[in-house]
């Protein structure tokens, strides 16, 4: 029998049709729903006269929009309210299962999804959303749509789809304690490129990957999409299995056997060929810091900001000039001589019960700065905060000048009222460093949560190898 | 969906090289329930000198005299001309949306990101993909004091510059549904039976994923 790739075997597995050119009918499994992608999707099929195929195969959270403090007096912002009650409606008269404001349960879509086992290793999910590329830490062939596919999940429970191309980046060697999944993720992005993965999808493998937690699994393939890939993913293990027990939407005892057992063949077979490979040494990788206004310009902590004159690819020179004058730096800056105004530690990305345990530790006993104005903590979700309030992290971060946060994607694209002013620069455990991402001028750098935690006690980059 | 048919339009071009979604619709216009009314903010942080928010007057706002679709020469362009990996970042079809929405029918670049480029096929939008040397060409040529119009066929695939006759690759599918402003949903549904037996085999096989 030929040796397949994971991928080969995800998409195998949820073929429904193929058409002679490779068009193929992908089956959905799992469609994750939030406020602000779906309500031209439900708005299509009320016009259609067409309902969901399965309405059990959703489930939809508030969170791009979500305020994350005083969440008593509701979303003052009357377009943002229209958006999240829409969603509620729009869930209520279709009969798709909605974690509303207020629902210990609400967070992020993807904190949540895999937090709940409503994402399941070896399914096809869905998200109107980018960073659906997170649940292939789980195994999953998970990828970002536009309104008009969610809509088309919702009507057929399938997508048209051709198959991608196969990548396997292999990670190798051991990466160093304070070098985490986030540090390992920008270091591929700063050498593929954000172009890198186009046309691909990723499988992240080797002893590094193998060694990450499931969460930090999540960090890595929830950026796939920032070096171009729609999908990342690694394969299943014990890990993968030891968290989906247990949980909420994960299989009921009398079939979890059947379930793990399929479970464990989602891995690529010894000899399947891929299209292209990348490998990584995880020994030679440092703390990551992105110094421009995309996520592949990025640097070690321990490395200065790059000069385009020395750059010979004319596009690039001035795509770099153009950074570093949005960005308000000067070439050859050392990392560690860049000053912040504010800290945010969040998102998608880092929102997860071991992100916020990792910046805590090198929080505890320690104060803010005084010259950043904000840093703050916001939770992925309700039960990661519940969680966290447990262990005493809300104490640790508040005692030292953090606000606590009530959970949503808050500043990492500030659709809701946390935004960097013009100018405000940013060390943000988000995903994303684009020109006006967290509001108009404002300035990020992406960096792991203890890098994050560490720029907060200082004032500016640290290098947290040697706190 | 409307049918592409040929035209001739003007090229605007917008020498930058990862442009992303944020970029061509920054987030707070994304709070809109409806599908149109994103092109006067097509671009806006680029546009405009000020901030912009739903709801603003937009004529009424100082545009920057520095950005391309503030260019007399480019007034009406329906071409955008674009450099490596437009469309990066988010999946927000909105960006599709406002480039429709302004009246871009096609885009030209070397490289796409993925979700953007099928996200514009669901939108009457064709974007086209050329070496980079074309582009580079193109862009020359786009920057002269008098606009650069382009003919479009898709039928043929084929852009006419002036005497220059420039092919195109575009998936077989994807053209024919543009062609015949096809409806993805509609044709899906032709497989109905198919998604049945799919289902039916995996409930057996996988029963946990319809508990």
């Known amino acids: ?467 | 969906m409307e049918k592409f048919s040929p035209f001739a339009g003007v090229v605007c071009p917008l020498d930058r090289a990862n442009v992303d979604t944020d970029a061509i619709i920054p987030k707070q216009f994304l709070k809109s329930i409806k599908r149109s009314g994103f092109g006067p903010n097509l671009f806006d942080e680029w546009r405009y000198l000020d901030h912009g928010e739903p709801g603003m007057d937009n004529s009424k706002r100082h545009t920057n005299p520095d950005f391309v679709l503030n260019d007399a020469r480019y007034r009406g362009a329906s071409i955008l001309l674009a450099r490596e990996n437009f469309g990066c970042g988010s999946s927000r079809e909105h960006a599709p949306w406002a480039l429709a929405d302004y009246g871009f029918r096609v885009i030209i670049a070397p490289g796409y990101a993925d979700i953007f480029y099928n996200n514009c096929f669901k939108n009457s939008i064709l974007p086209v993909v050329l070496d980079a040397e074309i582009v580079d060409g193109l862009f020359n040529k786009a920057g002269d004091d008098t606009a650069l119009h382009i003919d479009v066929d898709l039928e043929q695939q084929q852009l006419r510059v002036g005497d220059e006759v420039i092919g195109f690759e575009v998936d077989p599918f994807r053209k024919h549904c543009l062609l015949e402003g096809l409806d993805d949903i509609g044709l899906t549904l032709q497989h109905v039976d198919a998604i049945d037996a799919y289902e039916e085999r995996r409930r057996r096989q996988t029963p946990w994923l319809f508990a």
Not at chain 1, 323 to 341: R, V
């Open chain 1, 1 to 467: 029998m030929q040796a397949k790739t994971l991928y080969d075997k995800l998409w195998e597995d949820h073929v429904v049709r193929t058409d002679e050119d490779g068009t193929a009918l992908l089956y959905i499994d799992r469609q994750l729903v939030h406020e602000v992608t779906s309500p031209q999707a439900f708005e299509g099929l009320r016009l259609a006269g067409r309902k969901p195929r399965r309405v059990d195969a959703n489930l939809a959270t508030p969170d791009h929009n979500v305020p994350t403090k005083n969440l008593d007096q509701g979303i003052s912002d009357p377009v943002s309210r229209l958006q999240v009650e829409t969603l509620g409606e729009n869930c209520d008269e279709f009969g798709i299962t909605e974690f509303g404001m207020g629902d210990i349960r609400q967070g992020i879509v993807h904190v949540i999804g895999p937090e709940q086992g409503a994402v399941l290793p070896g399914m096809t999910v869905v998200c109107g959303d980018s960073h659906t590329s997170t649940h292939g830490a789980l195994g999953t062939l998970a990828f970002g749509i536009g309104t008009s596919e969610v809509e088309h999940v919702l009507a057929t429970q399938c997508l048209i789809q051709k198959k991608s191309k196969s990548m396997l980046i292999e990670v190798v060697g051991k990466a160093s304690p304070s070098v985490t999944a986030k540090d390992i993720i920008l270091a591929i992005i700063g050498e593929i490129g954000t172009a890198g993965g186009t046309g691909y999808a990723i499988e992240f493998g080797g002893s590094a990957i193998r060694d990450l937690s499931v969460e930090g699994r999540m960090t890595l393939c929830n950026m796939a999409i920032e070096a171009g890939a729609r999908a990342g993913f690694i394969a299943v293990d014990e890990k993968t299995i030891d968290y989906v027990k247990g949980r909420p939407y994960a299989p009921s005892a009398d079939q979890w056997r059947q379930a793990a057992d399929y479970w464990k063949t989602l891995h690529s077979d010894d000899g399947a060929t891929f299209d292209k490979v990348v490998r990584i040494d995880a020994a030679a990788l440092v703390p990551q810091v992105t110094w421009g206004t995309s996520p592949e310009m990025v640097v070690g902590i321990d490395a200065s900001v790059p000069d385009p004159d020395i750059i010979d690819d004319a596009v690039r020179a001035d795509g770099m000039r153009r950074a570093l004058e949005y960005m308000g730096l000067e070439a050859n800056t050392p990392i560690n001589a860049i000053q912040l105004d504010k800290i945010f530690i969040g998102s998608c990305t880092n929102s997860r019960i071991e992100d916020l345990r990792a910046a805590a530790e090198v929080v505890k006993d320690h104060s803010v700065a005084d010259s950043i104005t904000l840093a703050m903590v916001v939770p992925g979700s309700g039960l990661v905060k519940q969680q966290a309030e447990e262990e005493g992290l809300d104490a640790v971060f508040l005692e030292a000048g953090f606000e606590w946060r009530e959970p949503g994607c808050s500043m990492c694209l500030a659709m809701n009222a946390d935004r960097l002013e013009a100018g405000e620069r940013c060390a943000s455990t988000s995903n994303r460093n684009f020109e006006g991402r967290q509001g108009q001028g404002g300035r990020t750098h992406l960096v792991s949560p203890a890098m994050a935690a560490a720029a907060a006690i200082y004032g500016h980059f640290v290098d947290v190898r040697e706190l």
